[in-house]
């Protein structure tokens, strides 16, 4: 911690270094607004696609929030063994975003939750014996063409929401586009111009503003929000628990992409809070902890948690690398989640702003994983592993009728995220001229450079000068 000259306002705070109770609750704010966020989106799409009503809607917010504040509790602060102990929080994936809309429909909200917990203890039990070879099964340049066809898939919903939501009446009215356009420009001019917290909440503030537009218009129903109680505790396994196997393997396919990513934003955290590299102890304790709090996410409804670099960000500019200002965070996340009239708020916010306020969120995402494969190192063989498994994972994507008289599990493992991580990997461990050269320990060896870490590094470049 360092102090001014004349020796009175202090400016910064290490990982383990406690702020006054005035300055932990304004820290946690800032990284609260964040993680909502990043976590919103998970719920919001997923109840959109699969067309559920405002007080299901809502009940999907209300549990990402406590759910995000618990795991982001347990990670920064600790609760026993469980958590890494340093300042990074968990929300939602964006990555089990799509999968659901393809799962619930032919396995039921039970069936969905019920795979993303296997997934979640096949993935922790794999890194905890399979740790070294996780790089070469699943190298870097494959997790770019991933993020890729994730934020493809992403940027359609968006657009979807922009256009009035798939199968509104009014899907593609001029009056739905200008709004979406409207929020898009100011989260687009906060992210530009913005400094610090204002950069990094820019969706968020784009979203307030477009919410505002339309209550003004008359566009908002806050019917159901006057209705929903103030506070109550999130309904857990509201649709059932049910472990189909077909959901289950596809589920523990696309995990794996977690898995990886979670070592980049560990890396990521550890050398802008502390300038060194994670320990083995730090990298074991977050995959862990991310593990045992994706079951418990669901059991609240949840898609699995994921490490969150987005307040990476925020930590470089203000210099507070506490990990009880994201502890505070938490805890106020956990809060919001227990009053069910603010998650019907956020269920009620119309599609085009919500469409408008995220598009650049996913097209950032699409980026980085553009950034990670031109990082590579792009060989022949490598250039034939992206063209197919990007091929195979867009084309079925865009085209998923083709796949119509297979079975489901054979369609979903080709269509989108699945199909170009299953492509990938498969033809990276078959394909000749592969470097068969075991990988160092993740930890140690800056293994860490997967998703997150090449996200997280290239926003954040210099911010610690």
Not at 158 to 183: E, H, K, Q, R
Request: hydrophobic share 55%; charged share 10%.
């Amino acid at each position: 911690m360092s102090e001014k000259k004349m020796g009175k306002v202090k400016r910064g705070y290490g990982m383990n270094e406690l702020p006054s109770v005035p300055e932990l609750l304004a820290f946690g704010l800032q990284h609260a607004l964040i993680f909502m966020f990043s976590t919103l989106p998970a719920p919001l799409l997923i109840a959109g696609g699969l067309g559920l009503g405002t007080v299901e809607t809502a009940l999907l917010v209300a549990c990402s929030l406590f759910v995000c504040g618990v795991c982001t509790i347990i990670q920064s602060f600790g609760v026993g063994p469980l958590g890494a102990r340093i300042p990074m929080g968990f929300v939602g994936s964006f990555v089990f975003i799509s999968p659901a809309i393809l799962i619930v429909p032919q396995f039921g909200f039970g069936g969905y939750m019920g795979a993303c917990m296997v997934a979640a203890i096949v993935c922790g039990i794999a890194f905890g014996l399979f740790a070294d070879w996780l790089k070469v099964v699943f190298p870097p340049f494959v997790s770019g063409a991933v993020l890729m066809v994730l934020g493809t898939s992403l940027i359609g919903n968006a657009i979807a929401n922009a256009a009035g939501g798939s199968g509104a009446a009014d899907f593609g009215d001029p009056m739905n586009l200008a709004l979406a356009g409207i929020t898009f420009l100011v989260t687009l001019v906060l992210a530009v111009v913005g400094k610090g917290f204002v950069q990094g909440a820019a969706p968020l503030l784009g979203m307030v503003v477009g919410f505002v537009i339309c209550a003004c218009l008359g566009m908002v129903d806050f019917a159901a929000v006057g209705e929903a109680a103030w506070i109550a505790v999130p309904e857990p396994l509201h649709w059932g628990l049910s472990f189909p196997i077909e959901a289950c393997i596809i589920m523990t396919v696309i995990a794996i992409c977690g898995v990886v990513e979670i070592l980049g934003t560990t890396s990521a955290t550890m050398s802008v809070a502390e300038n060194r590299i994670a320990t083995v102890k730090e990298t074991r304790d977050t995959v862990v902890a991310q593990a045992v709090t994706s079951v418990f996410a669901g059991f609240f409804n949840v898609v699995p948690s994921i490490s969150s670099s987005a307040n990476i960000g925020l930590m470089g500019v203000t210099r507070v690398y506490s990990r009880f200002a994201v502890t505070a965070a938490g805890a106020i996340l956990l809060l919001m989640g227990l009053c069910p009239k603010l998650s019907t708020l956020f269920s009620v916010i119309p599609n085009p702003v919500f469409g408008g306020a995220v598009l650049m969120m996913f097209g950032t995402i699409l980026c980085s994983g553009m950034k990670i494969i031109m990082e590579s190192e792009l060989t022949d063989r490598t250039q034939t592993i992206l063209a197919v498994s990007l091929a195979v994972g867009i084309g079925f994507n865009a085209t998923a009728g083709a796949l119509d008289a297979f079975p489901f599990w054979v369609s979903t493992l080709l269509c989108g995220v699945p199909g170009t991580a299953v492509f990938g990997v498969l033809l990276n461990l078959l394909l000749p001229g592969r470097n068969l050269k075991k990988a160092a320990p993740a930890a140690s060896s800056g293994a860490a450079d997967g998703p997150s870490d090449e996200r997280a590094e290239g926003d954040l470049e210099g911010a610690r000068d």
